[in-house]
């Protein structure tokens, strides 16, 4: 703890814009003195905003690149929260299993992922569903957050250039379709309960384990 660097931060400049949206939606499912696990947490600076306003719980962060790690360990002591915040976890969803000791599991109450499914190929998808089964208990929730693709809803100019540009970059990227992502959960024992229309045409899924 007293090696990390301060200098390590990154600043995704997005999580300043979506940060105070996705803790209204994340308000109505803190139980206090639970621990709720970040997957893909990137700079870390979601995690620190989310720890200093939800001080009853634990927030856990994780994410499988290095840089991000120490980005988000950074951030942990930059605000002062080591006392409370763990250091990130390296999970990669597709490396099984997940390193989750027995404290974590026995106080997680739910899973949050942001921004990972569209700038990951669909097999992450499938075993974030898959992994986080194996690591939540009935009742307990997964909350997909991110830009989605549905059927019944125009999807939007700047959506459909998003995806495109995504598409570009890697071939197995791109916007899901939510009935498809509806489906995964299903396989997986998740339930569809609520859907939050988010700022710039992003969604919060809120799945929950039956
Ligand atoms: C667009 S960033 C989003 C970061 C952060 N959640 C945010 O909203 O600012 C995507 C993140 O997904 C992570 N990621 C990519 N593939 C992953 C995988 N297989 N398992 C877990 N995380 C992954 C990346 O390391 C990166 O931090």
């Known amino acids: 703890m007293e090696n990390i ?5 990154l600043n995704f400049a997005a ?40 001080p009853s719980i634990i ?34 969803v597709e490396k099984s299993p997940w390193p989750i000791t027995k404290q974590i599991r026995s106080l997680i109450k739910g899973i949050v992922c942001i921004n990972m499914i569209h700038i990951s190929p669909w097999s992450c998808t499938k075993a974030l569903f898959k992994h986080s089964k194996s690591n939540l208990d009935q009742n307990h929730f997964l909350m997909i957050y991110g ?17 495109q540009s995504l598409k570009f970059q890697n071939p197995l990227w791109g916007l899901r379709n939510l009935d498809e992502v509806n489906k995964l ?19 919060s899924v809120i799945y929950r384990l039956n």
């Open 185 to 203: 959960a299903f396989l997986n024992g998740f339930e569809q309960e609520k859907v939050y229309e988010m700022p710039a045409n992003n969604l």
């Open 59 to 92: 927030w856990q962060t994780s994410d499988p690149e290095q840089a991000h790690r120490n980005s988000i360990n950074s951030w942990i002591k930059h605000e002062g929260l080591f006392s409370k915040m763990p250091e990130a976890l390296d999970i990669n």
């Open 15 to 54: 999580t300043k814009r979506n940060r105070d949206s996705i803790a209204a939606v994340l308000s109505h499912y803190i139980s206090p003195n639970s621990l709720l696990l970040e997957i893909a947490s990137g700079s870390g600076e979601h995690g620190v905003f989310f720890q200093k306003i939800f």
């Open 5 to 9: 660097n301060l200098d390590n931060r």
């Open 147 to 163: 830009p989605f693709i549905r059927k019944e809803v125009q999807t939007s100019a700047s959506n459909l250039i998003f995806d």
